[in-house]
């Protein structure tokens, strides 16, 4: 088997897969790359068991023929290549991998005992790809890093008709992005981790969802993906947003974003980065005080609502995680000091973040 290939296109599939495959498993297997050869191209695959990733690079294939690799020795190889073009070529039980001046030599393992890794060819319902990247990379940072946390860890997607949206939440905070789509499809829950290598992957086009026992499988027109889904109830998120609606405040998205970073330096990071919203007369004033000194700021808004004035306060590193996805102005929902709070974008872009309240 001999076949070419653009090193730029080679190293985009490798750098995919090498985020999937480990590189170290008690199953040496786990950490090698399943490589299959035709005339249009190679198509790459790997598993962790959890993901498991099929990646197409076009290439001029001459005797096709399969072969199972290092994953991360491969990879590194190809980066490192001096050349433009790189040259793939197997001889018994060797690949040759040729660039430029430089030749190196790798051995193949058993590809008979390389699990086998199938992924279906029809689906279920299809998604704009881009769309749904975006909304998982809204929410993404509420989802739960704790491993007890079980259902937390995951994100959630729900299929509405004509709508889908995403949800995200660690306990103190939720993430919510709504996004046009069609179909009938499932609500399930994604772990994050696997949503991370989702965002990676979708580009444009449309994403092709087909549904398994415990199990999704994503195909785009380059790759195919299968997911292992988390089992359990998601909490009733909708009894967390509030609905009685007592102050509203807009202002700049990012000069809030600014106004907090100054201000959240003098925080106590032993008390949940605390920072407190003052809301009066058209004003609000950010505060922090910490083991150091004290910091204050001062942004001028627009403000409605019943209540004259409000204090708050939130955890610093929260409300800037709430407000990255939000561009132009940002809408701030006060229902009172202890109540959860809602920060979205004025632009109706579907986004919206909901958080408790630290005590005043």
């Keep these: 088997m001999k076949a070419n290939v653009t090193k730029k296109t080679l190293s985009d599939g490798l750098s995919l897969l090498e985020r999937v495959i480990p590189s170290r498993s008690s199953n040496p297997l786990l950490t090698s790359l399943k490589v ?25 294939v001459q005797n096709p023929q399969n072969f199972v690799v290092p994953a991360h020795l491969f990879a590194q190889i190809v980066r490192n290549l001096g050349g433009e073009l ?46 749904l990247a975006r909304a998982f990379a809204s929410v993404r940072y509420a989802a739960s ?35 046009p789509a069609s179909g009938d499809g499932r609500n399930l829950i994604i772990p994050a981790r696997s949503v991370d290598e989702l965002i990676r992957v979708l580009k444009d086009g449309e994403a092709r969802f087909t549904y398994g026992e415990g199990m999704l499988t994503v195909t785009t027109d380059r790759v ?13 998120y909708e009894r967390v947003i509030p609905k009685d609606i007592k102050l509203q405040v807009t202002l700049p ?88 709070a809602i920060f979205r974008g004025t632009d109706g872009g579907g986004y919206m973040a909901v958080m408790v309240t630290l005590r005043v």
């Design 36 to 60: 299959e050869a035709t005339e249009a191209g190679l198509t790459l695959s790997g598993t962790n068991l959890e993901i498991d990733l099929s990646c197409f690079v076009p290439a001029e």
């Design 86 to 131: 790189v040259e793939l070529e197997i001889t018994g039980q060797e690949l040759s991998v040729r660039s430029g001046g430089s030749d190196f030599k790798l051995q193949t393992g058993d590809i008979e005992a390389y699990p086998p890794l199938t992924f279906p060819s029809y689906a279920d319902v299809s998604l704009n790809a881009e769309e």
């Design 145 to 179: 890093n704790e491993a007890f946390q079980a259902v937390f860890r995951g994100i959630k997607l729900e299929h509405h008709g004509v709508a889908a949206r995403v949800v995200a939440s660690d306990g103190y905070r939720v993430a919510i992005r709504d996004f």
């Design 224 to 236: 195919r993906m299968n997911l292992k889904l988390l089992d359990g109830d998601f909490p009733d």
């Design 253 to 340: 998205a990012t000069a809030l974003k600014e106004a907090v970073n100054r201000v959240a330096v003098l925080a106590d990071k032993n008390a949940n980065n605390r920072v407190e919203f003052l809301v009066s007369e058209g004003k609000l004033k950010l505060a922090a005080e910490g083991d150091y000194g004290r910091a204050q700021d001062t942004l001028d808004v627009v403000q409605g609502g019943t209540e004259p004035a409000m204090s708050l306060a939130f955890n610093a590193r929260h409300v800037l995680d709430a407000l990255g996805p939000i561009e132009g102005e940002a809408e701030l929902l006060f229902s009172g000091s202890t109540s959860p």
